[in-house]
């Protein structure tokens, strides 16, 4: 099936590759001239591991291109939508604009029996309101809602390899259904579970799936204020909890908290959304979800400082990550940044390094200064903090490493050493939320 694909950052490019893997001939189109080179000449615009190479072997096939013009998109049956949702600058809700011009460019090629799919995430009613748009301007064409649950770090296998399909479709759309099945055919014969729905409750799934996830993280963190207060361990409070199934242990790990540009941004967009819609009582705790979330970032600063015999002026600090997770050069909303920018706000000398975000957090935070190994980072450092948990940080060796600082003071802001190697090689260990 010829395929386009309007949007080529995270989410678009990764799906256009895959849906050549599935099988299609896909077009991706962008406006962003820089993103379309690169991938035209198969260099990844961005860092996720295993990327790189489906864009080649996509390409190889010839089945995959990439334009900034939309007159490329013409002719596709189905046209995916994978343009970003950001939060409004001083606002809680989205900002629809690339939604609206991805839209408006799409009306420009689509014809009768053409299906445009949405997958960005959007607040409730944008799937009805363009579908409104796509029939009336463009008779015969219709409008599925179909979003996306991959996470950085993993996007080829969760795009390639979904835990579920979610299809949102209008009330006669039958016929979307066949075409989306044979879209995700090879997927769909894996006998996933497909959920077929009306377009708010597809919208809902989204906003309603990371909402959960971002308080599932609040909610060890609000336990880690706890035993904070009392003495008590939160990593081995999550572990205990954790083996009760209905609860689980993924997504119980304490630490520094959610950033990125989906689980923060999503959770106020929600807020916003209920609130326009009447209904924000029904969402009021996801605000302390995001007060939560955002204490920690303070608390992180406050230990940094408590180690550092109650002052930071002056004081070396080593910053081991900037990237808002591993396996990812993301830094939007990134939790480690911004602790970092605190630091330096309280005096501190602040050096900052992360295998593959130092590009794009110079860029964002220039006045924060970067090097390009942990070592360099930690030279004659007074502390170390551990703020993203890259592998290569986990694996850091406690003694070789204890020979570079100027102390032998750790914080672990994600849980993620292993305290006991730490504490025997003569380091102070300090985590959130857990025993001194
Ligand atoms: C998230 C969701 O997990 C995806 O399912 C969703 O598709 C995606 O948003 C999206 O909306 O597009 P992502 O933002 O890539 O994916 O990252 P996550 O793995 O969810 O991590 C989010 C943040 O939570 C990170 O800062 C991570 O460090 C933090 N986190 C995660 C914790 O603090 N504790 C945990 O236990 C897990």
């Known amino acids: 099936m010829r395929i386009s694909v309007i949007g080529c950052g995270y989410l678009g490019a990764v799906h256009a590759a895959s849906l050549v893997e599935l099988g299609h001939e896909v077009v991706g189109v962008d406006v962003d001239e820089r993103k379309i080179h690169a991938l035209c000449q198969a260099r990844a615009p961005f860092y996720e591991p295993g990327f790189g190479d489906l864009l080649r072997s996509s390409l190889a096939t010839g089945r995959l291109s990439f334009s900034t013009d939309i007159a490329a998109a013409a002719g596709a049956r189905v046209h995916f939508v994978c343009v970003g ?5 001083g606002e809680y809700a989205a900002d629809l604009r690339f939604v609206q011009a991805a839209a408006e460019s799409l009306l420009l090629v689509v014809e009768a029996g053409d299906v445009v799919v949405g997958k960005s995430t959007v607040p409730v009613g944008t799937a009805a309101g363009l579908a409104t748009m796509f029939t009336e301007k463009v008779p015969g064409t219709s409008v599925a809602w179909n979003p996306e ?7 080829v296998r969760d795009t390639l390899y979904p835990d579920r399909l979610v299809y949102g479709i209008p009330e006669d759309g039958e016929r979307i259904v066949g075409i989306l099945d044979e ?11 497909k959920v077929v729905t009306d377009y708010a409750t597809a919208e809902m799934v989204k906003t309603a799936a990371n909402s959960f996830l971002a308080t599932k993280i ?29 609860i689980g242990r993924k997504f ?33 705790f996801l605000r302390e979800v995001d007060n939560i979330n955002m204490r920690r970032r303070i ?8 180690v550092c015999d109650g002052s930071l002026l002056g004081k070396r600090v080593a910053v081991l990550g900037a990237a808002f997770k591993p396996d990812s050069d993301d830094i939007r909303d990134s939790p480690a940044l911004n602790v970092a920018a ?20 110079r860029r964002e935070w220039p006045q924060l200064d970067y090097v390009a190994t942990a070592e360099e980072a930690a030279e004659r450092a007074d502390a170390v903090l551990l703020l993203t948990e890259w592998r290569e940080y986990r694996e ?16 672990d802001g994600r849980n993620a050493l292993d305290r006991d190697a730490w504490t025997a090689a003569g380091w102070t260990y300090r985590a959130l939320g857990r025993r001194v």
């Open 299 to 306: 608390r992180m600063v406050e230990l940094a400082r408590e």
């Open 252 to 284: 119980l790990n304490a630490g520094l908290g959610f950033g990125g540009g989906c689980l923060p941004k999503d959770i106020r967009a929600f807020m916003a959304r209920a609130g326009e819609l009447g209904a924000d009582q029904a969402l009021t």
């Open 183 to 193: 879209v995700y055919a090879r997927i769909v014969a894996r006998g996933i579970p």
């Open 85 to 89: 949702t950001p939060q409004k600058h």
């Open 149 to 155: 649950f991959l996470r950085e770090g993993f996007a």
């Open 396 to 411: 850091l060796d406690p003694v070789a490493f204890g020979e570079v600082v100027a102390q032998r003071r750790v914080l």
């Open 342 to 361: 605190q630091l330096q706000l309280q005096g501190a000398v602040v050096r900052v390094t992360d295998p593959a975000a130092v590009d794009n957090s």
């Open 218 to 246: 609040s909610f060890i963190n609000a336990m880690a204020e706890l035993c904070e207060a009392t003495g008590g361990d939160v990593k081995q409070l999550a572990d205990a909890i954790g083996y009760d199934d209905r």
